[in-house]
């Protein structure tokens, strides 16, 4: 069994379009997180859940809406994407931090 | 300057040999994180520390609390080993937020 999902693995999609990608964690944890990483491969954090609740908003633009609606799903909502989103999104999971992390299989978004 | 360095940026090793890799930090801390990315993309967590020393296999990472440092080691490296390895700092005001270094390409030559 998987433990951290995504889906899709890949995206393609057209700058303007509204585009979703869905994270589920099958491990009880109680915190899930948000990180893209760019084509540098420099990782960053997004967004941080515990609980279904918000407890890290990176500088991100409001473009980019999580959504939790229970604590083994984390989505990520983009509103009229933008060429500079593209890249590779990872989800993770933990129990509330400082814990290991397990990620996802990451998913690779090219806006063109 | 990134709060979180890592050295060397890439590292080609033959097969067998001792491998350091380096991870400074300027933040304060609750624990650091050594990460393995693999060619294909995955990334796997290898260590979370927030003192001392551990050990898993042939991997070996450290952490001085004093001086901000952190080494990731590997004995008797294998062509498998080659990957991305990157290190995390946990921030210590309360949300645990990751901060990542840039990375150290590891190529291991058979």
């Given amino acids: 069994d998987t433990a951290v999902s995504q889906t899709p693995k890949y995206l393609v999609t057209q700058m303007g379009n509204d585009k979703s990608i869905k994270c589920e964690q099958n491990l009880g944890h109680d915190t899930m997180y948000w990180y893209k990483q760019d084509s540098k491969k420099f990782l960053k954090i997004m967004f941080s859940y515990n609980n279904k609740e918000l407890i890290i908003n990176e500088t991100v633009p409001n473009r980019f809406s999580p959504k939790s609606p229970d604590k083994a799903h984390l989505n990520l909502h983009i509103n009229s994407l933008e060429l500079g989103d593209s890249a590779v999104y990872f989800c993770a999971s933990s129990f509330p931090p400082p814990d290991t992390q397990y990620f996802g299989p990451g998913t690779r978004l090219t806006v063109l | ?110």
């Fill in chain 2, 1 to 110: 300057k990134n709060e979180v360095e890592q050295s060397p940026q890439n590292l080609t090793a033959q097969e067998g040999e001792f491998i350091t890799i380096n991870c400074s930090y300027s933040v304060g801390i609750s624990a650091l994180h050594w990460l393995q990315q693999h060619p294909g993309g995955g990334i796997v967590s290898l260590f979370m520390l927030s003192s001392g020393k551990k050990k898993h296999g042939r991997l070996i990472a450290t952490i001085n609390i004093q001086e901000k440092h952190s080494s990731l080691h590997i004995t008797a490296s294998h062509p498998r080993d080659s990957a991305v390895y990157i290190c995390a700092a946990a921030s210590n005001f309360g949300n645990e937020k990751l901060t990542f270094g840039t990375g150290t390409r590891l190529t291991i030559i058979p």
